[in-house]
């Protein structure tokens, strides 16, 4: 799913914010996981 798609779903308005708010509780950058099949990887 694009993060654009993930954030307006969720009802953020700035993709931007949605990324910063799922690094800062996941970890790791929402595109991050998309890339990885979303499994995170060591």
């Known amino acids: 799913m694009r993060v654009s798609v993930a954030a307006a779903k969720l009802g953020y308005d700035s993709e931007a914010s949605f990324s910063r708010a799922f ?8 595109s991050h996981l998309r890339n990885a099949g979303g499994e995170e990887q060591s």
Request: a positive charge; glycine letters at 12%; proline letters at 12%.
């Open 23 to 30: 690094k800062r509780v996941i970890g790791v950058a929402p």
